[in-house]
Nanobody, 120 residues
């Protein structure tokens, strides 16, 4: 069973930084595409950043130049470094995995979410 556990959310002032972590278990992590999404109440969940198994990255226009996604395959962990945070970045952030579990079954899995609050 693939599991994702996020950490690192919290309250920060505008202009500050946070780093989110997402630890994966039960998957062939190095072969999986990973992503960070965010959601505010009443709105859809949107992709923030994504990284392929080969390390290629993509970002939402709203976070380009401020956020950086990275992965450490040795630790089965993906990170989201968030700098120059703005109040509009306030949301619940979710980690997402697309790929194979240890039985080579394709899975898409979500973490439980971590709240990021940016005060003005």
């Amino acid at each position: 069973q693939v599991q994702l556990v996020e950490s690192g959310g919290g309250l920060v002032q505008a202009g500050g930084s946070l780093r989110l972590s997402c630890a994966a278990s039960g998957s062939i992590f190095s072969r999986n595409a990973m992503g960070w999404y965010r959601q505010v109440p009443g709105k859809q969940r949107d992709v923030v950043a994504a990284i392929t198994s080969g390390g290629n990255t993509n970002y939402a226009d709203s976070v380009k130049g401020r956020f950086t996604i990275s992965r450490d395959n040795a630790k089965n962990t993906v990170y989201l470094q968030m700098n120059s945070l703005k109040p509009e970045d306030t949301a619940v952030y979710y980690c997402n995995s697309k790929g194979f579990d240890l039985a080579y079954n394709y899975r898409e899995v979500w973490g439980q979410g971590t709240l990021v609050t940016v005060s003005s």
